[in-house]
């Protein structure tokens, strides 16, 4: 029998050097119309605080995807055989304007989610996984699985701007489109502002897992212990490329040392299997610090796990 869904182009056939450079090496499609998972980038980075680049991230991970193959070697899963997947290309952004680019982020990630696609998208700083959530959570709240050096939940900065990538999830739950007692941060770590930067988000029932926390317990009981904090409620998952260590993801805009190896954050991932993922997303990827592709070789692999766990929502 025919799989009649989109496949990628055959390594074997055709050279990853060579044709058109798209995630996974799918087809290039005009809207997310009879696809199961959309895979989508968004090449902003307008909420950067400091290293600016994380607005070229979409284009190299999708280069680097170029390594990925049909199944899963741990798994078995082959995403393309269960589900039907295509690359629907850059959202429109406006880097100039950093209310105009939330809202055309919002308006296109809704369109995706509209014709009943999960998006699956590349960022661009994290602060675009604000307008993602205000689409996948418009109807009803949902939990988060975080994986980030930082927890993100910062009031402001410079004078009073409410919008940065440190600040997307505090914004969330104000708004009212996560839970936060469905929420967990793992891997966060490093040096920070003051020593009640983390309050208000315990207080609002954030858990965060910190990096030490996770050395010690290791993969399989934290993410048994997120797992059950998601419960079996609809939950987007993000990952932040900055939890991996910088000896291994050097290219994003706030390193911290210390971090997940690219192995344990795979193991994570793949954990995840059997949480309802109504969307998910890899961000912080900036080339310019990047070293031989090394970190966009990181996404494109996070981003190939997750596509994995959630195509295994569509096994018949």
Known sequence: MINAKHQPVDAAEVPRFAGQATFMRLPAVPSAEGLDIALVGIPWDGGTTNRAGARHGPREIRSQSSLMRKVHHVSKIAPF???NIADVGDLSVNPIDLMDAL???????ASIIAVGAIPLS???DHL????????VARHRPVGLIHFDAHSDTNDSYFGGNRYTHGTPFRRAIEEGLLDPKRMVQIGIR??????DEHAWAVEQGIR??????FTHRGAAEVIAEA????????????????????SMAPGTG????GGFTTREAQQMIRLLEGVDIVGADVVEVAPPFDLAGMTAIAGATMMFELMCVIAAKFRS
Not at 190 to 195: A, F, K
Not at 208 to 213: D, P, V
Request: no cysteine; aromatic share 8%.
């Open 81 to 83: 055989s269960l589900a």
């Open 103 to 109: 809202k055309r982020i919002e308006e296109g990630i």
């Open 122 to 124: 590349a960022g661009g």
């Open 128 to 135: 675009t996984t604000l307008p993602v959530l205000r689409a």
């Open 190 to 195: 490093g040096s920070i502002y003051e020593t």
């Open 208 to 213: 965060i897992i910190y990096m030490e926390e």
């Open 227 to 246: 797992k059950a904090i998601v419960g079996s409620a609809p939950t987007y998952v993000t990952f932040d490329i900055d939890s991996i260590d910088p």
């Open 254 to 257: 706030t390193p911290e040392v």
